[in-house]
């Protein structure tokens, strides 16, 4: 398996209250050599938000490309997943979705200093 930034994939979450795994769609932030030199993914959590709205939410503009069904939002809870529980890939970001999120990730993770003592 071979994950690029900006995949949209489903991977299995564990539920706390029952013992099931469902599919859920991730976007994939992390670049493809990391991916394939660790066999995991840095991805960002896609939801619905029907219950609930983060100020940092960026609703993806094209749902077929990213091959979502729904409404769906991308919200900054970020987590690191092994290619184990990822199902398959389902679509990518759109390239418009791609740079608003680039910027958001540039506001979320700003450069640090290169310079001795920086902190």
């Avoid at 994950?3 to 859920?24: C, I, S, Y």
């Avoid at 219950?51 to 919200?75: E, F, N, Q, T």
Wanted: proline letters at 6%; zero cysteines.
């Amino acid at each position: 398996m071979a994950f690029e930034q900006w995949d949209v994939v489903t991977a299995l979450f564990p539920f706390t209250d029952v013992d099931v795994r469902k599919p859920r769609p991730v976007v994939v932030l992390s670049g493809a050599a990391f991916n394939a030199e660790h066999g995991h993914v840095v991805a960002a959590m896609v939801t619905t938000g029907t219950r609930s709205r983060w100020p940092s939410d960026h609703g993806i503009a094209d749902l077929g490309l990213a091959g979502l069904s729904h409404s769906s939002v991308v919200r900054w809870k970020i987590f690191t997943l092994p290619y184990a529980v990822i199902a398959r890939r389902i679509g990518m970001l759109s390239q418009a979705d791609r740079a608003v999120l680039d910027r958001r990730m540039s506001s979320v993770f700003p450069q640090r200093s290169s310079s001795p003592g920086a902190s």
